[in-house]
């Protein structure tokens, strides 16, 4: 749910000036998005989001540059250069990586909003993850390593 409402956040910062959070929040209400406006806050926290100079004034958006969270490629590269291997036990995936490297890891996994985990906190170097199921496990478990396979 997270994950689907940040995505329609910036979605809606692209097609149009948003310049509080306040209206950030109705907004979403209106589409039946329910959200406070602390959650909205701590979304644009979490999403890095910037106020810019607009011609009528300023709005949010993403920081020149960055690119948005839902990136195969981006997954695909820190995967493969900060992933060291990963294991599972019935439907827990433990996904180890380089030192200081699992925060970046778990946030594109969560962005990628794959349906099969319900999932995953991130450590230093760990990332525990919990599929939805024991068959889930095994699709999980084929996708990373897919990735690391690239």
Not at 48 to 74: C, F
Not at 140 to 149: F, N, T, V
Request: glycine fraction near 4%; charge should be neutral; charged fraction near 25%.
């Amino acid at each position: 749910m997270k994950n689907k409402r940040q995505k329609r956040i910036l979605e809606i910062i692209n097609q149009e000036a948003v310049r509080t959070q306040y209206e950030l929040a109705a907004i979403l209400q209106n589409e039946g998005i329910r959200v406070t406006q602390a959650t909205v806050s701590r979304d644009i926290k979490e999403l890095h989001l910037v106020k810019v100079a607009r011609g009528d004034g300023y709005a949010y958006s993403l920081p020149k540059g960055q690119m948005p969270l839902r990136d195969e490629n981006r997954l695909r590269r820190i995967f493969r250069d900060a992933v060291l291997r990963v294991v599972n036990s019935e439907n827990i995936i433990v996904v180890h990586t380089l030192p200081g490297n699992a925060n970046s890891v778990c946030s594109l996994l969560d962005a990628a909003e794959w349906d099969e985990f319900l999932g995953a906190v991130a450590g230093d170097d760990t990332i525990l993850i919990v599929a939805k199921s024991m068959e889930h496990t095994d699709s999980l478990m084929a996708r990373m390593q897919a990735l690391l396979d690239q």
